[in-house]
């Protein structure tokens, strides 16, 4: 196994965590009824649950808070923030906004017309909950290797070439909002997107007056897996990467929760005038002065410079480094994981760590769950649960049925990822006495967040 270069970081703050006693953690996991998003932070010891606006600020992020102009209109910390981010990503317009799905809003009531198509490299919960508001129909065109967590390609995350070309000579351009590419595949395991292929599918697009939009919420991942593993751009700095990936689309909806290494924000990147036009005025209605878009001033001086250090090729080459040392670690336990590892989580087969359970039992969601009772670490679901139903009202079965252990960035240390590696692999040599769950209760919109459930008794031991 590799060994991890140090942290490059000292720490100057720390914030205690405790491993609460075993009986207290399934009495909490009990009242949080059986999902991971109920239980209280102060009940967790190891929290994986997400990346999304759970990382550690720098010295100069702190620093810059207080130089926030917290004026309602055209605030010192807007022009700030929009020079990084033309800087950074290269797009002339911003519209800032409260996090990532805020941005997912604004550009799909901009620009889907009730009854048209968005196709993607596979579904992500907000985005597709905010096509769906808008009267659109999400199609997915990722590569098959994408559904197949054994499959050890390095471009899992890849549009399908042939699957979109027959999708828009199916349903014809006009009736396709645009092309949305997530880089890298959230819900894929965190799987990168080529520049070759970007660059292929922006071509298709124009070619048939398709426009081309990016999920951008970890496209710093998504670059640095580039210079990792497509040969063309081998060593080349991250910064460039992502600048040539920006090129490539017509608009971007970032949640900047995760690059950026900031806890709260979002924005809206594009060239496009119309656009831009469009979502600062949708804005107003829904996020704030186009200026500020729900965020105080503050939050957008550390967002500027969360963007130019994001960039900056020893943190994301260490934050790769971690996920694959857990991923690693896991592996040599003998958990079953989907690799090639991504960017941001390991993501656990929950579906082969469980095998005598069926897909109604929810397999992820109880794994999450038996994580949590059985060494404090908090972990999230990402399979039948947080799939949803479809318009019928039937449960959507994707083929993935996954744990995520997500790193949150610049937060815990080699130990940490010892111990969480040490500890689901005792849990996976006691995986036959693992029960499935049910649920008791279950929300219409984005049901993971707020379900309930009760362990199902009569399947224990089943074979
Ligand atoms: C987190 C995320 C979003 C939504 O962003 P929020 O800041 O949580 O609203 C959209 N797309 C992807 C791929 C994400 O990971």
Redesign the pocket.
């Given at each position: 196994m590799k060994t991890l270069l140090p942290e490059p970081y000292k720490i100057k703050m720390i914030e205690p965590i405790r491993l609460v006693p075993a009986v207290e953690r399934k009495a909490r996991l009990k009242e949080a009824g059986w999902n991971t998003f109920l239980l209280n932070s102060r009940d967790v010891y190891i929290d994986l649950l997400?990346d999304?606006?759970t990382n550690a600020m720098s010295d100069m992020q702190w620093a810059a808070l207080m130089v926030g102009d917290e004026a309602y209109a055209g605030s010192r910390s807007f022009e700030r923030l929009e020079a990084a981010i033309r800087d950074v990503y290269g797009f002339k317009h911003v519209v800032p906004t409260h996090?990532?799905?805020?941005?997912?809003h604004l550009l799909s009531k901009s620009w889907i017309k009730p009854g048209q198509y968005v196709a993607g490299n596979m579904y992500?919960?907000?985005?597709r909950a905010h096509i769906e508001l808008a009267g659109g129909i999400f199609e997915d065109v990722i590569v098959d290797e994408a559904h197949d967590p054994r499959a050890e390609a390095p471009f899992k995350g890849n549009v399908d070439l042939g699957k979109l070309e027959r999708f828009l000579d199916r349903v014809g351009p006009q009736k396709v909002a645009y092309v949305a590419i997530?880089c890298p595949?959230?819900m894929a395991g965190g799987q990168p997107v080529s520049l070759e292929n970007m660059t292929a599918t922006a071509a298709l697009c124009r070619r048939r007056g398709v426009r081309v939009v990016m999920?951008g919420?970890?496209a710093v991942e998504n670059a640095a897996m580039i210079r990792a593993r497509e040969a063309a751009w081998k060593g080349r700095p991250v910064a460039e990467i992502l600048k040539e990936m920006c090129r490539q689309v017509d608009a971007m909806?970032v949640?900047?929760?995760?690059d950026a290494y900031v806890n709260i924000?979002?924005f809206l990147a594009t060239d496009d005038d119309g656009l831009c036009e469009s979502a600062q005025n949708l804005c107003v209605l829904f996020e704030g002065l186009h200026t500020y878009g729900g965020l105080a001033g503050r939050d957008l001086e550390a967002l500027a410079v969360g963007v130019r250090e994001m960039v900056q090729d020893e943190w994301i080459e260490h934050r790769l480094a971690q996920v694959a040392y857990l991923g690693e670690r896991l592996d040599a336990e003998g958990v079953p994981v989907v690799k090639p590892f991504g960017g941001h989580a390991v993501f656990v087969d929950a579906r082969a760590f469980l095998p005598h359970l069926e897909s109604d039992d929810l397999p992820a969601q109880a794994l999450a769950a038996w994580i949590y009772e059985a060494c404090g670490v908090r972990a999230m679901e990402r399979g039948v649960v947080s799939a949803g139903r479809d318009d019928r009202g039937r449960n959507r079965r994707p083929s993935l049925e996954l744990v995520r252990l997500t790193l949150p960035r610049r937060v815990y240390t080699q130990t940490h990822l010892d111990y969480v590696a040490r500890e689901i692999g005792a849990l996976h040599r006691r995986r036959a006495e693992l029960p499935g769950l049910r649920f008791v209760k279950e929300p219409k919109h984005l049901r993971f967040f707020q379900a309930r459930f009760e362990p199902v008794p009569a399947r224990v031991g089943a074979a």
């Open positions: 997400t999304s606006g996090q990532g799905r805020g941005a997912e992500f919960t907000t985005t997530g595949v959230n999920d919420a970890r909806a949640s900047a929760k995760k924000g979002g």
